[in-house]
């Protein structure tokens, strides 16, 4: 029998029930646990799944600045060839 590296409880899994990697709740006080160890069964806090989300959201809001900043300079650019060919009409 394993325990929680949490809260240090009992937690009652067969180790022929479940793989590495699988992710487990303990009964005691709820952490997503994941099973890294089959022989003896061990676990480890799992990551939160919206921690993981929030760093996916980071990584699309800096690829976004990067973006935002070439249609800037595109923008700019149309402006000075329209105001560059209006003073060559004069």
Known sequence: MATCPECD?????DEYDVDKGDLI????CGTNLEVV???PLEFEAAPDEDDEDEDDDDEVEEDDDVD???DDDD???DEDEETGSGDWDE
């Open 25 to 28: 709740s303990c009964p005691e």
């Open 75 to 77: 923008e700019d650019e």
């Open 9 to 13: 409880s009992d937690v009652d899994v």
């Open 68 to 70: 935002d900043d070439d």
């Open 37 to 39: 160890n089959l022989s």
